[in-house]
């Protein structure tokens, strides 16, 4: 699946065709033991553990609702300062691809049109909660999708 060549909403790979029919928050929820106070009085030096899956699940012929989810939880020695989980879904007609094809999809493609509004929602979630805006890295989903195909027990099609 090379040559990936896109415009406002329909992409198409070597016959295979993507058109993306909407995006919406599935679910989100926000956390915050303590409101914006700092254990202690300690300085602001949180750490971060983040955590990502996709999913995709077919809705109709040709159609797929993709689910990225994103825990992000922040923590400052052993309290933790916020945990924001996001469910961004996107549904997505899919049209002439393989079984391998759409593992792919499903597991970079559709997660990385996904991502923005993902990591806007949790940024304006951290934001509103009262701390120091937080931005998502940038993730490289193909490289993400190579790492969990090592893995046997991973799944990203269901």
Do not use: H
């Not at 926000?30 to 999913?55: A, D, V």
């Not at 999708?145 to 090592?150: D, I, P, S, Y």
């Amino acid at each position: 699946m090379n040559d990936i060549v896109a415009d406002n909403t329909q992409t198409t790979a070597g016959g295979v065709q993507i058109t993306l029919q909407t995006v919406y928050l599935k679910d989100c929820s926000y956390e915050s033991p303590n409101g914006p106070r700092l254990p202690n009085n300690q300085n602001w030096e949180p750490k971060f553990q983040l955590n990502m899956n996709t999913s995709g699940d077919e809705i109709g012929p040709d159609v797929r609702e993709v689910l990225l989810t994103i825990t992000l939880e922040a923590k400052q020695g052993d309290a933790t300062l916020y945990l924001v989980e996001v469910k961004q879904a996107g549904v997505f007609t899919i049209v002439g691809a393989s079984l391998e094809d759409m593992k792919r999809l499903i597991g970079s493609f559709c997660p990385g049109v996904l991502f923005p509004y993902a990591r806007e929602a949790i940024s304006d979630l951290v934001v509103k909660g009262g701390f120091p805006n937080f931005l998502l890295p940038l993730v490289n989903f193909d490289a993400l999708l190579a790492q969990a195909a090592e893995t046997p027990q991973a799944s990203l099609v269901n």
